[in-house]
């Protein structure tokens, strides 16, 4: 490449050459050209203020996103191991829930003590809320680790309240935390409320059939991938 000639060559009157533009740009076009093509820099990088900032005002939904993959995890190892069983993977798991529940409660309380009384849009009743739901959880895996593991309908209680808040959690985040994608007239009628509070309800009436009637009393949740071949 012979760097002269390309200096010296001659450029067709439409042609765009970088260095005669920065060349004919005074200092503070200059600087005004750096000011507003940043952002569009930053934003292809995926490195600009406001994105940085949305990322920051996304610790709640954060939060109960690890809180869903935990209850579906421990849901599916419970219905994996055998009745009456631990294994230091229940220890470990038990610290996903502490932690998301002590982290829910510090910003709770930066949102109580907050000028605008909230934190990240949140108000504080929202990671109190949510907080507690997690220290529950927390608190069944202690349960279970004192008492050697569950079996029976104990057993069968546990994977269906875990799969079920989990399900809730992602429904209610969807229908109702994201209405904008529905109709302005189905928003209007409410009825979004209803799939995303149904798994809540049917956990509510699981449970109930499974620890208060004699469906499934004598019945042992089976081990591998057979697990919903249970029968009234």
Wanted: positive net charge; hydrophobic residues 45%; contains cysteine.
């Amino acid at each position: 490449l012979d760097l002269d000639k390309s200096a010296s060559a001659p450029h067709s009157p439409g042609s765009l050459c970088p260095s005669d533009a920065l060349v004919e740009l005074s200092p503070a076009q200059f600087l005004e050209t750096l000011r507003f093509s940043q952002p569009a820099f930053s934003r292809r990088r995926g490195f600009s203020r406001d994105n940085l900032g949305f990322m920051k005002h996304q610790t709640l939904n954060g939060l109960m996103g690890i809180l869903t993959f935990y209850l579906v995890v421990t849901a599916w190892w419970t219905a994996r191991r055998r009745d009456g069983e631990t294994r230091i993977f229940d220890l470990g798991a038990l610290m996903v829930p502490l932690a998301v529940g002590a982290a829910l409660a510090i910003y709770g309380l930066e949102a109580a003590n907050s000028q605008t009384g909230s934190k990240g849009g949140y108000p504080p009743g929202a990671y109190f809320t949510f907080a507690s739901v997690a220290l529950l959880f927390a608190a069944g895996d202690v349960r279970m680790l004192v008492r050697g593991g569950v079996s029976g309908t104990q057993r069968i209680a546990r994977h269906l309240r875990r799969m079920c808040f989990a399900l809730f959690i992602a429904s209610g985040s969807f229908f109702l935390g994201q209405q904008q994608v529905f109709p302005a007239a189905l928003r209007k009628t409410n009825v979004l409320f209803i799939p995303a509070f149904l798994p809540l309800i049917l956990m509510i009436f699981w449970l109930f059939r499974v620890r208060f009637t004699n469906a499934y009393k004598g019945k042992s949740m089976p081990r591998g991938g057979d697990v919903y071949s249970l029968r009234a």
